[in-house]
């Protein structure tokens, strides 16, 4: 966990959602539960209901029954005490009066503890410093997670491949192919290697100018396709975050030259990426390149066009965590997604993306599967 | 809302994981940003890149853009400014001096409100009271994950009867039946319905006597098997949750009178639930009844068996929301699950859950599949 030992830590949340707590116990559960490191040991409280699995998963140090605290505050009232009574209650048992959390601890939880003159310290910069430069093991991790992403694209361009234009429609299954249909797919060959996709994009056409729209409804031939693809690793919580761009049947010469654009814009930043490198000038390098190539970042009739969102983010056990890649100057074993877009309303979007790892000299990309404008 | 016009309320998560952000906003985002309530008027605070999704989804009167405000905070610095100040220079704005925030509130953002000497309230109870009663509305969103729910329960008893017993083994497809397998195919039918299902529980033997173990390796014929399937609707948030325990082949005695005994607890509950009735005077009710039958809850070896959790939870746009049943004296339109369950290692588990919306003279039970030992 690289602390001092000296420093007492604490975390209230739900592990499912959280990656600090997930990356502090390896334990999986969706109701908030306690985890506290104090002079380097690390407990956790959790109910009777999760007490087993939790034994056997967790990766802590010692486990505190929820219910035996719970009942010490109850005493004889009938009235269970409310949650935070019970964290209250036990910080009291450990002598914690000074405690680092993160800046997503619960205000309700912080209320209580003020009581008894706990003190809140917020962590300056991330809870877990360790969680910015990933492991070797990490990184295996991640690549885990890449290769249930890339089992989704490679099923996306599958089914693309396999359906019929049939004047614009695209014809699959003896159905028209939609979004939906095709999320489905994707989403499913993902589940069966291991992971859950929640939010898959496939967004044609206009659709995909909203970069974060999922899509609905029918897909067309010879139309800009975004598929990005992020799933999640069921077993380990690591996350995997891929983008391509197709257009199935004919490209014309706009939809290919902004296709691209955005490729050589990601070519920019994947050379530059290194060690050391200021991420705002790597991100401001692709709005200059895209600019010259004639797509500039503007808004246009109150809609923003261009390319208007940020180069890349940090990928782990968050989908969206430190770094921002724009923010920060890189340091080695970081993980980002490298993810440039071009969008615009009546030609399309347009977004490709990697992960890499920052390294010394450059950077290594860790996930793998062509490009290929055209299917 | 049912909130008076005068109440100002602040909320800053992210709605993907928020069911109160959800709830106000009706828009879909996995990162933070702001809602703001003042004198009756919504408003939330898009950055460029959901501003256009938002526009058309979310159900609020105004959207302000993150982009522009971070600008002005950010002022001639070259370093963007954190998500916090961005916060603190909005709600100053807006002249916010006093608002009521959810106790999940993020200390973070709580700490730099403090600066401005911003007065946070924290919700006696519900932050949104109008979720604890469901509408029409909502009961019908209600049913629509719950159909989603029978959807995957009805793939697992296909798969299962489909299913041979080879010695203890089950075979299905030409490969031994294991939890995963059986796991996807119900995951994978839910998908295709429209919800996203990411720990469905496919428990066997010993297995399933830890009530949250998703379940690993073989199934076992003439063995004890808990499905349990809570599924969200990707569409409206609401979630879905019933469960089912079977065997495939034979039961023993032993299994048959565990099973009917769960059932009859199940009964006993869904007979008192009506408006007024104290929750815990229904779980202790059945705890007492499955201790007659024999089945008392105790700690057996340092392992909780028995009836060691809740009877059940508060169902809607969280899949653990108010009320738990055990804790309150029930209302009106609350939507709860029952869910009573007994577990013994060397015999396994028994848990079988409803969902039912309570009425003033009872409850109307709002999923349905039939309810069957051996299949």
Request: hydrophobic content about 40%; overall charge positive.
């Amino acid at each position: 966990m690289n602390n001092t030992n000296g420093e007492t830590k604490l975390i209230v949340a739900p592990s499912d959602t959280d990656g600090d707590m997930l990356y502090a116990t390896k334990f999986w559960a969706g109701d908030p539960f306690i985890f506290l490191q104090q002079n380097g040991k690390r407990t956790i409280v959790l109910t009777d209901l999760e007490m087993g699995r939790g034994k056997r998963t967790a990766k802590v140090d010692e486990f505190v029954s929820f219910n035996q605290l719970e009942s010490e505050v109850q005493g004889n009232s009938k009235q269970a005490p409310p949650f935070e009574k019970v964290v209250a209650h036990f910080l009291r048992k450990r002598g914690v009066k000074r405690a680092t959390v993160p800046a997503n601890f619960a205000l309700g939880y912080a209320r209580e503890l003020a009581k008894d003159n706990v003190d809140l310290e917020m962590a300056e910069g991330l809870f877990w410093p360790s969680r910015g430069a990933k492991t070797d093991e990490e990184l295996k991790l991640i690549g885990r997670a890449l290769r249930m992403t890339e089992t989704g694209l490679k099923r996306a361009m599958e089914v693309l491949k396999a359906s019929k234009p049939k004047g614009k429609k695209l014809m699959w299954s003896g159905k028209p192919l939609t979004s939906e249909l095709l999320r489905a797919e994707i989403d499913t060959a993902i589940l069966r290697a291991g992971g859950f996709a929640a939010n898959t994009i496939v967004a044609g056409g206009d659709q995909a100018c909203d970069p974060h729209e999922r899509g609905h409804g029918l897909l067309y031939a010879n139309s800009l396709i975004i598929l990005d693809i992020f799933p999640r690793d069921a077993k380990t919580g690591y996350w995997g975050d891929m983008t391509r761009t197709v257009v199935r049947g004919k490209a014309s010469e706009a939809q290919r030259k902004l296709w691209q654009t955005v490729k050589d814009g990601q070519e920019l930043a994947l050379r530059e990426i290194k060690d050391g490198v200021d991420g705002m000038a790597i991100h401001k390098a692709i709005q200059a390149l895209f600019k010259k190539r004639g797509y500039p970042t503007e808004v246009r009739n109150g809609v923003n066009v261009g390319f208007f969102h940020g180069t890349g983010h940090g990928l782990g056990l968050d989908i969206h965590e430190y770094p921002r890649l724009q923010k920060v100057v890189l340091k080695e074993r970081q993980v980002v997604t490298v993810e440039p877009g071009l969008y615009y309303p009546g030609l399309g979007g347009v977004r490709i993306e990697d992960v890499v790892v920052v390294t010394k000299p450059g950077c290594k990309i860790l996930s793998k599967f062509p490009k290929q404008l055209e299917l």
